[in-house]
């Protein structure tokens, strides 16, 4: 199951999520329609252009902190290919987390990315 979570910026508000259920690869391409249909192209691009995709597959259950597509465009400009699949990575939590658990989260929270030293 994966979870998806918009952002306006970086370090802003929770906007929406949606829950995808299926078959694993079919649930990771139904939450790339959805990133697609809501305008974030930049992101479901680096996970279908990348090993990420597949690693992904492997990983259940995950939640996506997708930013806005200027800021993975600057990125994308300014970064090597690497540094922007670590930061696609930082934006991934391997635990799946409702709209309900995401505003329950207490002050100081952590959360596990794909990124084992780094935690949001």
């Not at 802003?12 to 949606?18: D, H, N, Q, V």
């Not at 990420?52 to 597509?69: K, M, N, V």
């Not at 309900?100 to 100081?108: I, V, Y």
């Amino acid at each position: 199951m994966f979870t998806l979570c918009f952002f306006t910026s970086p370090i802003s508000f929770l906007l929406s999520t949606a829950i995808v259920i299926a078959v694993p690869d079919e649930k990771l391409e139904l939450m790339l329609v959805v990133l697609r249909t809501r305008g974030y192209n930049l992101f479901g691009n680096a996970l279908t252009t990348s090993d990420l995709y597949f690693d992904l597959l492997a990983r259940t259950p995950l939640t996506f902190f997708i930013t806005t597509e200027s800021s993975l465009f600057v990125l994308d400009m300014t970064s090597s290919a690497s540094v922007y699949i670590t930061a696609i990575c930082y934006h991934i939590v391997s635990l799946q987390l409702s709209l309900t658990d995401l505003r329950n989260l207490t002050f100081g929270s952590i959360l596990p990315t794909l990124l084992s030293i780094h935690k949001i």
